[in-house]
């Protein structure tokens, strides 16, 4: 399967991958469904059976499927062989989709390199990641306790397109939000995820928009928004983080 597109410029067709609570998949269809995102989720993949993502999405009428990865790991002889048993499942089901992109929200597995050979655009993968921390800082499972553990003052979301390393795709945009002395992990969590959120939803609409360009640096991707109000969005973004907490 080779699917070539621009990288924007139009309303774009999702696939959503969750593995758990599958919050962010929720606000990415609410704000579908409100008319405030240039894309529809055409189809939600879980590779756990008791991801609540799968719920939400049979909820608002959208096909979702379980690619059981345990299954796969528990037969195969070597977890790559598992992955890619998987990974065909799940290019098996997209294929019944119109899908532009990939988001992943929440997905807890990586992606192998075929796969993401399957969406390449020029210099990216069209999928997309939603991180909990400030990348290249803390990358892998566990975004927010490393931050709030490491004693950080500041916390950060980045979306960006995923490569063939572990998070540590081209970065297309991020925010932050601070971390008051006597926040709990719990709070510091849910003030990142709400900008999470709000930054991933804005992406996809900037991508959609045909706002978000790559370019080669050296051995590096690089990607810039283009949206004249770009600074200023970041800006309400971060100021709205500050102003959830202003008691402090
Ligand atoms: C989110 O915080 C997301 O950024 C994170 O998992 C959570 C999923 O929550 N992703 C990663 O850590 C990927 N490395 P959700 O299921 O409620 O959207």
């Given at each position: 399967?080779?699917?070539?597109?621009?990288?924007?410029?139009?309303?774009?067709?999702?696939?959503?991958?969750?593995?758990?609570?599958?919050?962010?998949?929720?606000?990415?269809?609410?704000?579908?469904?409100?008319?405030?995102?240039?894309?529809?989720?055409?189809?939600?993949?879980?590779?756990?059976?008791?991801?609540?993502?799968?719920?939400?999405?049979?909820?608002?009428?959208?096909?979702?499927?379980?690619?059981?990865?345990?299954?796969?790991?528990?037969?195969?002889?070597?977890?790559?062989?598992?992955?890619?048993?998987?990974?065909?499942?799940?290019?098996?089901?997209?294929?019944?989709?119109?899908?532009?992109?990939?988001?992943?929200?929440?997905?807890?597995?990586?992606?192998?390199?075929?796969?993401?050979?399957?969406?390449?655009?020029?210099?990216?993968?069209?999928?997309?990641?939603?991180?909990?921390?400030?990348?290249?800082?803390?990358?892998?499972?566990?975004?927010?306790?490393?931050?709030?553990?490491?004693?950080?003052?500041?916390?950060?979301?980045?979306?960006?397109?995923?490569?063939?390393?572990?998070?540590?795709?081209?970065?297309?945009?991020?925010?932050?939000?601070?971390?008051?002395?006597?926040?709990?992990?719990?709070?510091?969590?849910?003030?990142?995820?709400?900008?999470?959120?709000?930054?991933?939803?804005?992406?996809?609409?900037?991508?959609?928009?045909?706002?978000?360009?790559?370019?080669?640096?050296?051995?590096?991707?690089?990607?810039?928004?283009?949206?004249p109000k770009y600074s200023l969005i970041i800006r309400n973004l971060?100021?709205?983080?500050?102003?959830?907490?202003?008691?402090?």
């Amino acid at each position: 399967m080779d699917m070539h597109i621009p990288l924007g410029g139009k309303e774009l067709s999702l696939a959503v991958f969750v593995s758990g609570s599958g919050t962010n998949l929720q606000a990415l269809i609410d704000r579908a469904e409100s008319g405030q995102l240039r894309a529809k989720i055409e189809v939600v993949v879980s590779d756990r059976a008791d991801a609540y993502g799968i719920e939400r999405a049979k909820r608002h009428g959208i096909p979702a499927f379980v690619v059981n990865y345990a299954d796969y790991i528990n037969r195969c002889a070597t977890r790559a062989e598992a992955y890619r048993a998987a990974e065909m499942e799940i290019l098996e089901i997209l294929e019944r989709f119109e899908v532009d992109y990939v988001c992943l929200a929440g997905f807890m597995r990586l992606v192998s390199p075929s796969f993401l050979q399957c969406f390449r655009d020029g210099l990216v993968y069209r999928v997309l990641n939603i991180h909990p921390a400030l990348l290249p800082s803390f990358p892998g499972m566990h975004g927010y306790e490393d931050t709030f553990s490491y004693g950080c003052k500041w916390g950060g979301v980045t979306v960006h397109f995923v490569d063939e390393g572990e998070d540590t795709g081209p970065i297309i945009a991020q925010a932050v939000y601070p971390i008051w002395p006597d926040d709990t992990i719990e709070v510091v969590r849910q003030r990142g995820l709400s900008l999470e959120y709000e930054l991933y939803a804005q992406v996809v609409n900037w991508i959609a928009s045909g706002f978000v360009r790559a370019i080669k640096k050296g051995r590096r991707t690089i990607c810039h928004v283009t949206d004249p109000k770009y600074s200023l969005i970041i800006r309400n973004l971060v100021e709205k983080a500050m102003n959830a907490c202003s008691v402090h």
